[in-house]
């Protein structure tokens, strides 16, 4: 694997070479990364990140990607809520964010789930 130098601090920036490389490397992402559900459809990362600094890990955070999954499934639903997927430093953060789940952020309730790692369509099934 090579590291390479990051100007976002000190987190390094990683390049697999191989394709296990690769897996392993978005297993530990994943590993340390949440799924947000129930998210108003004006949230901004920024809001986001502020509300994990109540538990003490909004620091901690170093991404956030914020998607309408009615889009994604092909609904037409005019309620439209938003999900997120939040990468964590740690895993210690990453466990004070699933201690959010079901609590109330902005009139609605979250779900705050582990991510799972995806897998191709192909490689869903054994046969």
């Known amino acids: ?3 390479a130098s990051n100007k976002l601090g000190d987190v390094p920036i990683h390049f697999a070479t191989t394709e ?13 990364s949440v799924f947000i559900k129930g998210l108003h459809q004006d949230i901004t990362p920024n809001e986001i990140e502020s509300y994990f ?3 003490g ?9 914020v998607f309408d999954e009615r889009r994604k499934k092909g609904r037409k639903n005019k309620n439209v809520t938003l999900c997120a997927y939040v990468e964590f430093q740690s895993l210690e953060s990453h466990t004070r964010a699933l201690e959010l789940n079901e609590c109330v952020f902005d009139g609605g309730m979250l779900r705050v789930f582990k991510k799972r790692t995806n897998l191709p369509a192909s490689k869903r099934h054994n046969g």
């Open 1 to 3: 694997m090579v590291e």
């Open 20 to 32: 296990e490389e690769k897996k392993s490397r978005q297993h530990e992402i994943d590993s340390r």
């Open 53 to 55: 600094n109540t538990i």
């Open 57 to 65: 890990c909004g620091d901690a955070i170093l991404r956030i990607t």
